[in-house]
């Protein structure tokens, strides 16, 4: 079964910028439209950014014009851009298939944005 793992995470202050990295095994995430989820403190999990096979992007409201997402199909790994971070974007941050699948969530990667 194919397996994503999440890392880049950490604590960043205000403004700063942090890369996420999903490094996927056992399935190539060229052939499939991807996304970046979070779920912050108290609340319910969240789309972030999605990617299609094709190459399209989509991004929630609150990250549009700060966050990218991409991938390196020779590297097997999607990422996450985040630059000009917000203390409402503290969350703990996935990757799996769009629409989510069951058998993709991860442990994920915190990322804490305070000063």
């Known amino acids: 079964q194919g397996q994503l793992v999440e890392s880049g995470g950490g604590l960043v202050q205000p403004g700063g910028s942090l890369r996420l990295s999903c490094a996927a095994s056992?399935?190539?995430?060229?052939?499939?439209?991807v996304g970046w989820y979070r779920r912050a403190p108290g609340k319910q999990r969240e789309l972030v950014a999605r990617?299609?096979?094709?190459?399209?992007?989509n991004y929630a409201d609150s990250v549009k014009g700060r966050f990218t997402i991409s991938r390196d199909n020779a590297k097997n790994t999607l990422y996450l851009q985040m630059n000009s971070l917000k203390p409402e974007d503290t969350a703990v941050y996935y990757c799996?298939?769009?629409?989510?699948?069951?058998?993709?969530w991860g442990q994920g990667t915190q990322v804490t944005v305070s000063s």
């Open positions: 056992g399935i190539s995430i060229s052939l499939y439209h």
């Open positions: 990617l299609s096979s094709g190459g399209n992007t």
């Open positions: 799996n298939k769009w629409p989510a699948s069951r058998d993709y």
